[in-house]
């Protein structure tokens, strides 16, 4: 089956660090490319959504500027943090969907920690 | 309202029982359900998706009400690795984005 592969897995570092994420689906085309955050016992939140060449269209309530997207390619996206804070503290996920609209595939999940 | 609400448990059952969740969404022009399952830190997997008809999957059936606008799954013989956080999920028509419900927790006891 699909599969996505996200990188790295677990972050730990200090306030105002800047973190960046991956995002790639291995064995297929991902048009577009969802990001998400699922804080403790809570639901999955979409964060954005990105196409491949164009800019991403966020989610209400999200800082387009602190949470920069990049989908420069049909099999790679980037979520950097910038200058990440406490409560960026999450679990990010990201998920890919072909040209073909199946349902999406999620990767690995970041577990992002700032201390 | 939320957009898709679902009872978070925790549910507990013996293993061998059949259990039930439910699961209710708000928008009415939603077009495609899905069930995930989600493990105790880690990404969503797809379980199934859910059709009007009803769909069948081994151990595992999922309904779709429409006209009441809930979604169930059913998990049949239940077995220990069953235990996990379902998520309901909806999909807009017209939209990408999945919606998810808030999940919930499953755990079978031997």
């Known amino acids: 089956g699909a599969v996505v592969s996200q990188h790295p897995s677990r972050v730990i570092c200090k306030s105002g660090t800047s973190v960046k994420i991956e995002c790639r689906s291995l064995?297929?085309?991902?048009?577009?490319m969802f990001w998400y955050r699922q804080f403790p016992k809570k639901s999955l939140m979409l964060m954005a959504t990105?196409?491949?060449?164009?800019?991403?269209?966020?989610e209400q309530g999200v800082e387009k500027d602190k949470f920069l997207i990049n989908h420069a390619s049909l099999t790679l996206s980037t979520l950097t943090v910038t200058s990440a804070h406490p409560e960026d503290s999450s679990f990010y996920i990201c998920?890919?969907?072909?040209?073909?609209?199946?349902?999406?595939?999620f990767g690995d999940g970041t577990r992002l920690s700032i201390l | 309202r939320k957009e898709v609400e679902q009872d978070p448990g925790p549910f507990n059952v013996p293993e061998g029982a059949t259990v039930a969740f439910n699961c209710t969404y708000s928008n009415s022009a939603s077009q495609s359900f899905f069930w995930y399952r989600q493990d105790c830190r880690k990404e969503p997997k797809l379980l199934m998706s859910?059709?009007?008809s009803g769909n069948e999957d081994g151990r595992f059936t999922a309904q779709l009400n429409r006209a009441s606008q809930y979604i169930s799954l059913l998990i049949r013989d239940s077995k220990l690795s069953d235990s996990a956080t379902y998520l309901c999920v909806v999909v807009e028509q017209g939209a990408q984005k999945l919606v998810f419900g808030q999940g919930t927790r499953l755990t079978i006891n031997p």
């Open positions: 064995d297929f085309q991902a048009t577009t």
């Open positions: 990105s196409n491949e060449g164009s800019k991403a269209t966020y």
């Open positions: 998920s890919a969907r072909d040209q073909f609209d199946q349902p999406q595939h």
């Open positions: 859910v059709y009007s």
